[in-house]
């Protein structure tokens, strides 16, 4: 992954093979990634560079990040719980996601039209990071598949590698087993992503 902020304006985030290439996702969307890169550094925001993306920080909290695919370009916010998004523009990354995160586009130009909107995000978000606003803990219940239950019961082991992770790890654990439709695919799955939870990580991290 790169280290270097202009790299990834230049050369993509370093985190595939088509880093460095004019299939690169970043140069697809380079005008308005550049755009959303103004209007954070207008904001006052710290650029930095964190998980290969560009990241802006403020009060020393992550306040947004930007990413590129193939198909769109985004900002996220990063601490979506707090976001009350009057404009209703802001969307969920996934399926699974709890909180709307962030702005998705498909069209350079979109980010000029959206650009009011942005600042008065990242502008109440500066907010909540100079006043240490932290979004209440909702209890977080996790069904876990029995089988998951059973393996924990009987690995000591693994039981106190996975009660030490966080809830949004043991809730990727519920996720990827439970995609399973049999019994013996669950087993099989677990037994693969033991040394995972061993490791303190997530069922999608590398």
């Not at 088509?18 to 954070?40: H, K, N, P, Y």
């Not at 601490?79 to 969920?92: C, I, K, S």
């Not at 650009?115 to 606003?133: C, F, K, P, Q």
């Not at 049999?182 to 995972?196: H, Q, Y």
Request: proline content about 5%.
């Amino acid at each position: 992954m790169i280290s270097d902020i202009e790299d990834y304006f230049a050369k993509g985030c370093g985190r595939c093979a088509r880093f460095a290439t004019d299939d690169c996702s970043t140069r697809r969307w380079q005008r308005g990634l550049a755009d959303l890169r103004r209007i954070c550094r207008d904001m006052g925001l710290l650029e930095t560079v964190k998980w290969g993306h560009p990241c802006f920080v403020h009060a020393d909290r992550n306040i947004a990040i930007l990413g590129a695919f193939r198909g769109d370009f985004r900002i996220s916010f990063m601490n979506a719980a707090l976001m009350t998004d009057p404009a209703g523009v802001l969307e969920r990354p996934g399926p699974n996601t709890r909180h709307p995160s962030m702005i998705r586009f498909t069209d350079t130009g979109d980010v000029a039209e959206r650009e009011a909107v942005i600042r008065s995000y990242l502008a109440d978000a500066m907010r909540h990071a100079e006043a240490g606003t932290r979004a209440p803990k909702a209890p977080a219940e996790i069904a876990l598949p029995a089988e998951l239950v059973a393996a924990l019961d009987a690995d000591p082991e693994l039981a106190e590698a996975f009660q030490s992770l966080t809830p949004g790890r043991q809730r990727s654990y519920a996720i990827a087993l439970g995609a399973a439709k049999k019994t013996e695919t669950r087993i099989a799955r677990i037994a693969k992503l033991r040394d995972r939870i061993i490791a303190g990580k997530g069922a999608t991290e590398r």
